[in-house]
């Protein structure tokens, strides 16, 4: 079992839509949750980060976490055009490695 | 801009030769991360340094090796290439703040194998 699953999607979805991008974990000793978003040809830029169960919340961005499900989640509302990108999720344990999801590429159609 | 950046932006070389890529991390950054995204295995670790030594090892083959100088740049060299090697690879430094430490990404290395 992989320790970080993601849909790879694409996914498309039209301007205004809210979009929900998910990941799976395993292991149990994890303890930061994040999201990244890469661009076309750019590396990846850290959008959120969590360490616990719950919202978080930075302005159209909601970072979801339950770690009863080892699940993560991140929403975006009113999406734009401008986040057409690929979100991963990263997620580490007590060490400096972080795990990445393989990533879900986005498009927001105007 | 993340401020970390990253030579040379695209390669192009054969099967079996060497290449290095360098990075140099953001200003005050003391770790430096290498890693390669292919689109079959994604983003995958490599290796970890800090303040020229190195903390943690990840997928990194035998025939891939890497150092951090002085200066806090590092370089990570591929040698006896082959055609599976061709990636992205990235190079990230870091800043611990709150208790979390923040990984930010240079722009990557094209790498082509042909």
């Known amino acids: 079992q992989k320790e970080v699953e993601q849909d790879p999607g694409p996914l498309s979805v039209p301007e205004g839509a809210i979009v929900s991008l998910n990941c799976t974990y395993s292991?149990?000793?994890?303890?930061?949750f994040m999201w990244y978003r890469q661009y076309s040809r750019k590396g990846p830029e850290l959008l959120m980060y969590?360490?616990?169960?719950g919202n978080k919340e930075d302005g159209r961005f909601t970072a979801q976490v339950d770690k009863s499900s080892k699940y993560i989640s991140l929403f975006i509302r009113d999406s734009q055009p401008s986040d057409s990108a690929t979100y991963l999720c990263?997620?580490?344990?007590?060490?400096?490695?972080?795990?990445f999801g393989k990533g879900t590429k986005l498009t927001v159609n105007p | 801009d993340s401020g970390v950046t990253q030579t040379p932006k695209h390669l192009i070389t054969a099967t079996g030769q060497r290449v290095t890529l360098r990075c140099s991390p953001r200003s005050g950054d003391l770790s430096v991360y290498w890693y390669q995204q292919s689109l079959d295995q994604g983003l995958q670790f490599l290796i970890q340094y800090y303040n020229g030594e190195e903390r943690a090892k990840g997928n990194i083959l035998e025939r891939f090796s890497a150092q951090q100088f002085p200066d806090l740049h590092s370089e990570l060299n591929l040698s006896s290439l082959e055609l599976g090697d061709s990636a992205l690879y990235f190079c990230a430094s870091s800043v611990r703040s709150s208790g979390m430490e923040t990984q930010y990404f240079g722009p990557g290395t094209r790498l082509l194998v042909l």
């Open positions: 969590t360490y616990s169960s």
């Open positions: 990263a997620i580490k344990g007590g060490s400096e490695k972080l795990v």
């Open positions: 292991n149990s000793a994890f303890q930061y």
